[in-house]
């Protein structure tokens, strides 16, 4: 099931263009904690182990998720989009995302990109649905 999730990417940080400063700020919080992990273990900070890339439709954030993904083929990486983890039976969904994240965690060190999360998981506190509210908590409780 896992398989299906893996990407394999052709592209490369300098195949994006214009946006160097961001890349570089992205391979400091992607690359760095993964390849170099016994600096941060030397300076006593834990690495981030997050991130959120946003902006408006079209600006790139896939291109630049799938520059690191080309960039870095020795990491396995994982892209799921939101509206694939939403069903309609109730607790499918959150059975979808925890079998998502246990099955990466077993080939850790991995980077997960959730593309689209905006569509699934919006502000807990403006969920207008209980699906929204079980999808968010779930997520969060995963990512955590």
């Given amino acids: 099931m896992?398989?299906?999730?893996?990407?394999?990417?052709?592209?490369?940080?300098?195949d994006v263009g214009g946006?160097?400063?961001?890349l570089k700020q992205?391979?400091?919080?992607?690359?760095?904690?993964?390849k170099h992990t016994t600096i941060f273990?030397?300076?006593?900070?834990?690495?981030?182990?997050?991130?959120?890339i946003s902006g408006p439709p079209g600006c790139g954030k896939t291109l630049v998720a799938m520059a690191v993904a080309g960039q870095?083929?020795?990491i396995p990486f994982y892209r799921i989009s939101g509206p694939e983890i939403v069903t309609?039976?109730?607790?499918?969904?959150?059975?979808?995302?925890?079998?998502?994240?246990?099955g990466v965690?077993?080939?850790?060190?991995a980077i997960i990109f959730i593309d689209e999360l905006d569509s699934v998981a919006g502000k807990r506190e403006n969920a207008s649905k209980d699906l929204e509210v079980r999808i968010v908590a779930q997520l969060a409780s995963c990512m955590d």
């Fill in 88 to 102: 309609g039976i109730s607790g499918q969904s959150e059975e979808k995302i925890r079998n998502f994240f246990n």
């Fill in 19 to 22: 946006l160097s400063a961001t």
């Fill in 72 to 74: 870095n083929s020795d």
């Fill in 26 to 34: 992205l391979r400091e919080m992607i690359e760095w904690p993964i």
């Fill in 2 to 14: 896992l398989e299906k999730f893996k990407v394999t990417s052709n592209v490369k940080y300098e």
């Fill in 105 to 109: 965690s077993e080939k850790a060190p």
């Fill in 41 to 52: 273990e030397w300076l006593g900070v834990s690495p981030p182990k997050g991130i959120l």
